[in-house]
């Protein structure tokens, strides 16, 4: 499928990508300490003094012992999915649209994978002993419960960040040693290391690309697994509105959902601030919104099957937490969630929708807030009202929450501002295959690509 | 065949909880809902027993109180035809505990004797295990809490002083228990007499509600009450094979 990039040579690509990296203006400065001020201000400063004090610093309860610190864990995981989820299955069926964006979204799985494992240690009570939770050998001869899911999901993430690692790491080698030929002094000493004294021979391409289609085979399952793992941490208890066989599907389709929404808004950022518009082009916004659609319907679906699942096993329980999810305290944030999650996306059914860049913005940042929702009403209204009446209990967000909440997209950005300055944030050389051969005309000297 | 049976075999053994063949002592109490008056002794008792720390008006009104057995106080009826009802609860120390299963560090076990035991030095803080109890009976310390003076010199030596960031829940004294078993061996005696164990809300109780004692002695008063005819137990649909029996308060 040839894209809007036929005009560009390919010399205004490496021109283009090495550019980004190499040229820092003042407007990228100011951004960078902004996000690295708030992200120290609003999650570090908070985070310390809960530390000190005490998680009693967050507005955790009673009944709701669990609060936004675990949605915005979820949260973050879920975004990190369709990074390279995407990435991968889309390498496998050969779409050519992936290649101008997949290095950005495989980074923002790589980031929201950091920020969650995070959120871990800021969740727990006790996170200077985190490590008990990872089965090593130690001088105390105890293991990990293998039977708590809490335990397998330190497993699952552990494994799908290496993974996603290695992923995003592999792809960029002949990026790197393309910006090494085009750089001088420290920059150049550091892609020496990192592309790993590539030359582009058909030897190194070939593995490469048999590398790159097995990893991407293995993620696909990881990714899948991941949320499914994340998912078992509630549905495995027997707490009414947790309990659910649904959750596994549930939450790996809500993390996809999520993660494609939050795809579609760091494409429109990375489009205008690094003046990226012929390489992400409406075509991609187009193709994304058809996926988002299509999520977003089995999204409702799914939902639509919770709801069912706990009117029709006509216990108590179920019915008082199903009333308490739809009329109860929360009920405003539901249908918030409803309105943003399965009844706005349906604007995408227009095609004049999908290729508008700043509709497609606000509904991109409109579905993660209704996911964020999403994953605060799962905890917040499950744990308000449980079997004994007498334990019933409301538990609302501390400033101390919000303010790590806040931070955690901070936190987020400047790991994102530091990537965009590290790494090509578009593979040059997959772009260049949707290209037109190159004719005779005198060209830059070519590296990395086959001559 | 065989390799399949022993496969099976494991696995049930596996399956049980703590891993036992069978309990050395099986700890159960029966309280006699026809008995309670819901005076709340036993929950001071408790809380002067286990070092519970008082946590103030302030973190009471956020919903953090430390209690580790609770009166439960339910209303029947409307007005004129009214009932109140109290029912006692604490850690029911379940043999298929939901709360067990899911620590990821195992902080959290089924002991010999049939107790669910919280290990507070082992424990990281995940909560898990008070969203994965039925009869949320597992407190949380949000923060490191101090005795003013005098009162530091009243905690108990045989009880932890709980930090921040530690799950926490009834024992059923298990310092007392441990306490009766050394005596016991030191007696020469083989097992602990019924009566010799007493927790401190037991021991407390005016009506005498409250019975403790060891399952697995069929003359242990105990054994009598959870053998009532108005015995039930909590939440029994959901498997959670409790050893805590309540017995039906009956209307005149």
Known sequence: MATET?????????????????????????????????????????????????????????????????????????????????????????????????????????????????????????????????????????????????????????????????????????????????????????????????????????????????????????????????????????????????????????????????????????????GFEQYITKLHFDNLGKLLLVLSLIWTYINGVELFTAWYSGTSEEYEALGYKLFGFYAPLYWEMILFCAVAPMLMFSTRFRTSFVPMLILSIAINIGMYTERFLIIATSLSRQYLPDAWGVYVPSLVEISIMVGSFALFTTLFLVFVKIFPSVSMYEVKETMATPTMEPLAPATGIPA | MSLFSRFMDSWRKYRKPGYYDEFDYHWTMAIDLDKCTGCEACVTACQAENNIPVVGEKEMARGREMQWIRIERYWEGEFPDIKLRFIPMMCQHCDAAPCETVCPVG????????????????????????????????????????????????????????????????????QRIRQAKDLAKDDGRRRVRDGEVQPACVQSCPSKALVFGDRKDPDSQVFKSMHDPRNYRVLEELNTDSSVFYLKKVDA
Request: aromatic share 16%; net charge positive; hydrophobic share 45%.
């Open chain 1, 6 to 274: 036929n005009n560009l040579g390919y010399t205004d690509i490496h021109d283009d990508v090495v550019r980004s990296i190499v040229k820092t203006g003042p407007k990228y400065y100011i951004a960078l300490a902004t996000a690295g001020g708030t992200t120290l201000l609003c999650f570090f400063f908070p985070w310390f003094y809960q530390l000190y004090y005490g998680i009693g610093a967050a507005g955790i309860n009673h009944p709701g012992v669990w609060g936004t610190y675990l949605a915005s864990f979820i949260f973050w995981i879920g975004l990190s999915h369709s990074g390279t989820l995407l990435s991968c299955v889309l390498h496998l069926t050969n779409s050519t649209w992936r290649k101008a964006m997949y290095r950005s979204a495989e980074a923002m799985t790589l980031f929201s994978l950091v920020v969650a494992a995070t959120y871990v240690m800021v969740h727990v009570g006790r996170p200077w002993f985190i490590h008990w939770a990872v089965p090593y050998p130690n001088q105390m001869e105890l293991w990990p419960n293998f039977r708590s899911p809490l335990m397998f999901d330190v497993m699952a993430i552990g494994t799908y960040i290496t993974g996603s690692t290695i992923f995003i790491y592999m792809g960029t080698i002949p990026d790197f040693a393309a910006v090494r030929d085009r750089t001088t002094g420290w920059r150049n000493t550091m892609y020496t290391l990192l592309s790993l004294g590539w030359r582009g021979t058909d030897k190194e391409w070939h593995r490469l690309h048999w590398a790159y289609t097995f990893l991407a085979v293995l993620i696909i399952p990881l990714a899948v697994s991941v949320h499914s793992i994340v998912s078992w941490d509630f549905a495995m208890s027997v707490v009414p509105g947790l309990h659910q066989t649904i959750f596994a599907p549930y939450f790996v389709v809500g993390a996809i959902y999520s993660g494609t929404a939050g795809i579609v808004t760091v494409m429109f950022v990375l489009r205008k601030s690094m």
């Open chain 2, 107 to 174: 902080a959290t076990y089924h002991n010999q004797d049939g107790l669910n035991a919280q290990i507070y030095n082992r424990c990281i803080g995940t909560r898990a295990c008070a969203v994965y109890c039925p009869y949320e009976v597992r407190y949380f310390n949000y923060y490191d809490h101090h005795w003013d003076s005098p009162l530091d010199k009243q905690l108990n030596p045989d009880v932890t002083v709980r930090g921040k960031g530690v799950m926490e829940k009834c024992t059923f004294c298990i």
